[in-house]
């Protein structure tokens, strides 16, 4: 039990700092909004590209763990999305509220997480899930956003507006101008890697605890109505999610158990920060995400616990 408090309590002894600068007022209310905006455009971006660019597409070419990752994130999605149209017809908060159960915190909570838990190894495997939340899941969900927003408008203009969406999001730009690297074989010049290596050596610590200074604000008393959906989506995040890439890993898909573990443990993570961001630029269920993102995140230190304690 010592060690997997070693593993999990440095991680949310971040989170709490930055919930603890904000309460008592050393940092302001905007804080936040900035601190995440500095790792979204730049540590995180950053940490990306230097990843990608130094690996190599054997590295990055496990199908399995691929399969494993990508279904069970889309499946909870789509299911969520499903589940909300049956009572609220198709809108624009269904894929909102679907990244709220299937948008893991990979990029903030992941690599600290799995590179204390598992080892160097583990940093490919969390960059091919940050890569699919990244460019998979949330590209999708703003496409699905962007697309049910503009029903009835001419489809080029749909399309321009998307492409726009996507072309301006780092996240997704990083690490698809980084695979030239890989692809052509040559090496990103020196200064130029150690500029990368300190600006993304920023991301964890830094997002962690912009996580917990967003976690600090105060919000209004929540509905009843809303207790039981975030209750459901953060069910659907923290257990059915987990469960599924554990049941894909061990039938159809099947990983070795280090990869089996990775993929669990990215599954379990609690709700980043992206669908909240998200929620608020398009005016969408702000509210539910948020609570998701909060509940998701204190559970997630049992469950991760609980897990790691599993596995020895």
């Known amino acids: 039990m010592t060690s997997i408090l070693a593993i999990v309590l440095p991680i949310f002894a971040l989170i709490f700092a930055g919930w603890l600068v904000r309460r008592i007022g050393v940092m302001g209310p905007q804080a936040s909004s900035e601190l995440n905006r500095f790792v979204v455009y730049l540590a995180l971006p950053a940490l990306l590209f230097d990843i990608v660019a130094g690996s ?3 590295e990055l070419w496990q199908p399995h763990f691929v399969a494993v990752f990508t279904i069970s994130t889309m499946v909870v999605f789509a299911a969520t999305i499903l589940l909300h149209a049956r009572k609220s017809g198709l809108n624009a908060d269904g894929p909102v509220l679907g990244l709220a159960t ?16 598992l080892g160097p190894s583990s940093n490919t495997l969390t960059l091919i899930s940050t ?30 507006k998307v492409a726009k969406s996507l072309a301006k999001n780092p996240l997704i730009v990083a690490p698809v101008v980084a695979a030239f690297f890989p692809a052509s074989g040559l090496a990103v010049p020196h200064p130029v890697e ?33 207790a039981r959906l975030t209750g459901l989506l953060v069910a659907l995040k923290l257990v059915v999610h987990p469960a599924l890439a554990w049941l894909l890993a061990t039938t159809l898909f099947p990983l070795s158990a280090s ?16 669908p909240f961001m998200l929620a608020e630029f398009y005016g969408r269920e702000a509210g539910v995400t948020a609570r998701v993102i909060l509940v998701s995140t204190v559970l997630s230190i049992a469950t991760i616990s609980v897990y790691l304690a599993a596995i020895g």
């Open 194 to 226: 150690v500029f990368l290596k300190l600006l993304g050596a920023a991301a964890s610590p830094c997002a962690l605890v912009g996580l917990g200074l967003f976690l600090a604000q105060k919000r209004p008393k929540v509905k009843r109505s809303d």
């Open 102 to 117: 299937a948008y893991p915190n990979t990029g903030y909570l992941g690599f600290p997480l799995l590179l204390a838990a």
């Open 259 to 274: 990869a089996r573990h990775a993929a669990v443990l990215l599954a379990m993570l609690p709700t980043g920060t992206g």
């Open 56 to 58: 190599s597409w054997k």
């Open 131 to 160: 890569i699919i939340v990244a460019c998979v899941l949330f590209a999708g969900a703003i496409v699905m956003i962007e697309v049910r927003l503009h029903v009835g408008s001419h489809p080029l203009r749909v399309a321009a």
